[in-house]
Nanobody, 128 residues
């Protein structure tokens, strides 16, 4: 069983930055494909970014490319999401997720159904 705990959310002004962190326990992050999703009120959960087990492959949703960076720290067993140039439309609850596979399952990697474990979420609010 894998437990995930997110932290780092908060309130920031447009153009600001936040760094989210996801602490994993029960398994090493280098044995998991890890991802971030987000969900705004009244909307479906949306893919943000993923990183494979080795940390060498990353992928981003189009609207996050160039602004967000996902990374792993194997020593701390964490996955982070650095978010820059934040916009009001980035406001959402951000969730960390893990797929028990070490390799990216291409057909499901950007869908919530492709992940076995979820954190409780952390709120990010970007004011205009």
């Amino acid at each position: 069983q894998v437990q995930l705990v997110e932290s780092g959310g908060g309130l920031v002004q447009t153009g600001g930055s936040l760094r989210l962190s996801c602490a994993a326990s029960g398994r090493s992050v280098n044995a998991l494909v890890m991802a971030w999703f987000r969900q705004a009120p009244g909307k479906e959960r949306e893919f943000v970014s993923l990183i494979d087990g080795s940390g060498s492959i990353t992928y981003y949703a189009d609207s996050m490319k160039g602004r967000f960076t996902i990374s792993k720290d194997n020593a701390k067993n964490t996955v982070s999401l650095q978010m820059n140039s934040l916009k009001p439309e980035d406001t959402a609850v951000y969730f960390c997720a893990a797929d028990r596979s070490q390799s990216i399952r291409v057909t499901v990697a950007t869908t919530p159904g492709g992940y076995d474990y979820w954190g409780q979420g952390t709120q990010v609010t970007v004011s205009s």
